[in-house]
């Protein structure tokens, strides 16, 4: 008697694990974003956040998944209501049914809860993980090869269970406006931060888009819109206001304050500061004391 063997193409095959995170985060944390050419997956293990794809914001609840499929720009806040536990893992896959979760939102139910739990204990048990930084990036320190081939087939399991099952959850209008503006409002208040602590050095529009890993066309409009100027010009507002306080100070010349300033001369400082103030610096001094 023969035998012939059943043969069928994976309806779901993750190839490999970029990462996995678990981090425990206070009601002010705030991911400025990124995009990469993988997928990634963010549960919300405890509170909620608000989470943006592309976009679109949405505010993640216990027990949710969000998808961000691979080339999204995607970015996290806090709602800053309360506290949040999340996991987010990054994966290697060119299944043709991972379209299916492009854009989603699930909530898990009990049972696939427990699987991502053990998807969970098994990746830990896989990698040297750092509980003192709750993160470890997948492809070093393979501890255990046969707990990181489980954890891959729980995350597969879990998968192709969200796809038999279809819980997907939809979100209102008002809702993502809300979350978008959740995490708009964190990015211009850590840029304006960035900016604060760079005083003294000469940064770019590039450099800034480059440490936030964002577009000029984005990162310009949310600002204008927001603030209703340039993030160079607030840039350089600072600086001036850094500048009057220097020169009532007296402890360095025009030149010092300059060069301190990251201004490539005294003449381009001269000009900045008579823009902004509406006289020179020269003339401010006399002001101020007089």
């Not at 597969?156 to 099952?165: A, M, P």
């Not at 209102?172 to 005083?199: M, P, T, Y």
Request: charged share 25%; net charge neutral; aromatic share 12%.
């Amino acid at each position: 008697m023969g035998f012939e063997v059943t043969k069928l193409e994976k309806l779901i095959d993750i190839s490999g694990l970029y990462t996995f995170y678990y981090y425990e985060h206070d009601k002010y944390f705030y991911f400025p974003g990124e995009q990469h050419d993988f997928w990634e997956i963010v549960y919300v293990d405890r509170g909620e956040i608000s989470a943006v794809a592309e976009t679109n914001g949405y505010i993640l609840k216990q027990g949710e998944i969000i998808f961000h499929k691979p080339n999204e720009f995607h970015a996290l806040a806090s709602t800053k209501k309360e506290p949040h536990n999340i996991l987010v893992t990054t994966f290697e896959t060119s299944s043709p049914a991972m379209s299916f979760f492009k854009n989603k939102i699930f909530t898990l139910d009990s049972n696939q809860r427990k699987i991502l739990s053990s998807f969970l204990e098994e990746i830990k048990k896989a990698f040297s993980y750092n509980y003192e930084k709750n993160k470890n990036v997948v492809g070093s320190n393979l501890a255990d090869a046969s707990a990181y081939q489980l954890s891959i087939a729980g995350l597969e399991h879990l998968l192709i269970d969200l796809l038999r099952n279809n819980s997907v959850s939809e979100r209102s209008e008002g809702e993502r406006g809300i979350a978008r503006k959740n995490v708009e409002n964190a990015l211009i208040d850590s840029i304006k931060l960035h900016l604060k602590e760079n005083l003294y050095q000469n940064i770019s529009l590039q450099d800034i888009c480059t440490h936030y890993n964002m577009s000029k066309s984005y990162l310009c409009q949310l600002f204008k819109n927001t603030l209703g100027r340039s993030i160079i010009d607030y840039y350089i507002e600072l600086k001036i206001e850094e500048a009057k306080y220097l020169i009532r100070k007296g402890e360095m010349n025009f030149t010092q304050i300059s060069e301190k300033l990251g201004y490539t001369s005294i003449h381009h400082f001269s000009r900045s500061f008579k823009s902004k103030v509406g006289m020179s610096p020269s003339a401010y001094e006399k002001a101020i004391k007089s």
